[in-house]
């Protein structure tokens, strides 16, 4: 039997669709989330139209795969999963997550983060995922350790926010064996 990548009990991901772009620049321009990211500044709707249009939906070819997560019954976006940094020479990608306020504290997170570990896993065939979380973004480091992510370093002032430098513990998950 054939696995549903992308289909969960509660949810979906699904590759990006122009209508998304409202959601993207809600999600890209929310500056509370900027100390967990490279971002510093806001993206017009322009640039983002630009990514959506230029996207190929294709990890080997964009070196990134962005998926947005929805609700399965009401077809709500609630969310967004990444691979980024994505090397097919080693295998290897990391990963972001975000789910909208609203809708955090539902176990979205959990099941966008294995769906997306699955594909990865056994489709994919990589052989590792990482992920970068601050050390006091103790939901993220949470949600990634339920997931199988184990910690395998620590970052000293690894993200500058304002003023202040912090640590980031980085967390990795090796490809199950059998998969």
Request: charged residues 25%.
């Amino acid at each position: 039997m054939a696995h549903a990548f992308f289909q969960g009990e509660r949810l979906c991901l699904r590759a990006v669709e122009p209508e998304d772009l409202d959601f993207m620049y809600e999600v890209e321009n929310d500056s509370d989330s900027w100390d967990v990211t490279d971002v510093d500044s806001p993206y017009s709707r322009f640039a983002l139209r630009r990514y959506i249009e230029s996207c190929q939906c294709d990890i080997y070819a964009d070196r990134q795969l962005r998926l947005m997560v929805t609700e399965r019954d009401s077809g709500a976006t609630v969310g967004i999963v990444d691979i980024s940094d994505f090397s097919p020479l080693h295998a290897r990608g990391e990963v972001g997550i975000w789910v909208g306020r609203a809708h955090r504290g539902r176990g979205y997170g959990r099941e966008a983060l294995t769906l997306l570990c699955e594909y990865a896993f056994g489709f994919l065939a990589l052989r590792q995922l990482a992920a970068r979380i601050p050390v006091d973004n103790e939901v993220s480091l949470r949600l990634f350790r339920s997931c199988g992510f184990v910690a395998c370093g620590l970052l000293k002032e690894w993200w500058r926010v304002g003023d202040t430098f912090k640590d980031v513990v980085m967390l990795q998950r090796l490809r199950p064996s059998g998969v």
